[in-house]
């Protein structure tokens, strides 16, 4: 079994802020992590994935997150925040024992203020 | 390019009717999913197909629901009797293969259900 816990449900920063979007996950075996971005009236889109290689990933948009099996987490950052960056994250785990299924947080709204 | 592309955008409907929600994914992917994304919620598994046959429908909350892909590519998602907690935005993704968790999923835009 999995499940994600996304904490604080809207985020707030600055226009050139560090953005921290905070993400913990419960797995029973090694888990593959994912962070989807969703801007409004559109389809989920793959920011980036951690699948047991390097530890800290690095996405589009200049994205990146750490996987911390100590802390069960998978933080989602950028250095700087931009106007366009505005929208909804989800953190997502897969399992290897089935593949198919994508277990969600409940997102967090994003807004960057001018 | 073309997506994952579903229809209809909208559909309104009464409750105890039925619908079918389409969802045509990337040319060439084998693997399909459906998932159901109820307002302020992260999206929720349903199903998941490789190729023809259902892989893993342990989502589907009901035997009211069920979902079709026929001949490999385009799947329906059917509701029947329809009820108000049905309301959601029901979302399609695909992948090329499926194999292995980290192939990657894309997503459709979502059909929002609203159940009157």
């Known amino acids: 079994a999995q499940s994600v816990t996304q904490l604080g449900s809207h985020v707030s920063v600055s226009e050139g802020a560090l953005v921290l979007l905070r993400c913990n996950y419960s797995s029973s075996v090694p888990p593959y992590l994912f962070w989807y971005v969703q801007y409004p009236n559109q389809g989920l889109q793959l920011l980036l994935k951690y699948t047991s290689a390097a530890t800290l990933v690095k996405g589009i948009n200049g994205f990146e997150a750490e996987f911390k099996k100590s802390e069960t987490s998978f933080h989602l950052t950028k250095p700087s925040a931009h106007m366009s960056d505005a929208a909804e994250y989800f953190c997502?785990?897969?399992?290897?024992?089935?593949?198919?299924?994508?277990?969600f947080g409940d997102g967090t709204t994003l807004t960057v203020k001018p | 390019g073309a997506g994952v592309s579903q229809t209809p955008s909208n559909k309104v409907t009464e409750k105890g009717k039925y619908v079918e929600l389409r969802c045509d994914p990337i040319s060439g992917h084998t693997a399909l999913y459906w998932y159901r994304q109820s307002l302020g919620q992260g999206p929720e598994f349903l199903i998941y197909?490789?190729?023809?046959?259902?892989?893993?429908d342990s989502g589907l909350p009901n035997d009211r629901f069920f979902a079709v892909r026929p001949e490999g590519s385009v799947s329906t998602l059917k509701i029947q009797r329809t009820e108000r907690g049905d309301s959601a935005v029901y979302l399609c993704?695909?992948?090329?293969?499926?194999?292995?968790?980290?192939?990657?999923?894309?997503f459709g835009p979502g059909t929002r259900l609203t159940v009157l």
């Open positions: 993704a695909s992948s090329l293969t499926g194999q292995g968790p980290g192939s990657e999923q894309f």
């Open positions: 997502a785990v897969r399992l290897n024992t089935n593949a198919g299924k994508s277990t």
């Open positions: 197909f490789q190729g023809t046959g259902a892989a893993d």
